[in-house]
């Protein structure tokens, strides 16, 4: 139920299509924007949330999809060998550009949570796994909240051939990760939502 989520900030964008990202918080939020990346619908948006005395600041990412349906039916076995060199290249050449995006946008997550005093949280749709230059810079120093204390393979993406962990809640040093959940049984969309609690030491 939202309605507990009394402050929100929510960014809205586009004209034909809108995309949306926000933050909801049992807390008041005390500062917000958003970080834009060159030449993507993708963006980040931050939220510093006052929790008593503590200050947090929250990011909430979605960076460049590389654009494969969950059953990838370029890929099917049954038609591989149909595939031409033309097709193949032009897959190569979409997941690439894709994988060259995702790496400014880190980059640039990066500098702007240099600047942050507060303990830092960064949650989010990555599209890129945890074996990924993507996944190191971002993550830092940062505690992944799957690897804390989640279990089995840590799905969070509907693929055809494999348990995809492409969403991610990375939790400051400070703080000690009690808890980590993927509902693999939500139906209403291709990723999985992930929870985590989280308690400042």
């Known amino acids: 139920d939202l309605k507990v989520y009394s402050h929100k900030y929510i960014l809205m964008e586009g004209n034909q299509i809108k995309t949306a990202q926000a ?16 030449n ?4 980040v948006v931050f939220a510093d949330i006052k929790k008593g005395k503590d200050i947090i600041r929250v990011y909430n990412m979605h960076l460049q999809s590389i654009k494969i349906s969950p059953d990838v039916t370029e890929l099917d076995e049954k038609n591989i060998d149909a595939i031409d060199q033309g097709k193949s290249q032009k897959l190569f050449n979409r997941i690439s550009k894709a994988f060259k ?4 946008q880190a980059e640039i997550i990066k500098e702007h949570k240099k600047d942050c005093s507060y303990p830092i949280i960064i949650c989010g749709d990555m599209n890129n796994s945890a074996f990924s230059y993507v996944y190191r810079n971002i993550k830092g120093a940062l505690k992944d909240s799957f690897e804390e204390a989640g279990v089995g393979f840590g799905a969070t993406y509907k693929f055809r051939y494999y348990p995809a962990r492409i969403d991610y809640i990375f939790a400051d040093d400070a703080m000690k990760v009690k808890k980590f959940d993927s509902f693999s049984d939500f139906e209403n969309s291709d990723h999985y939502p992930i929870m985590a609690t989280l308690l400042i030491e």
């Open 23 to 38: 933050i909801f918080s049992k807390f008041p939020i005390i500062n917000q924007g958003n970080i834009v990346f060159p």
């Open 40 to 43: 993507s619908n993708n963006n």
């Open 101 to 104: 995006q995702q790496q400014q």
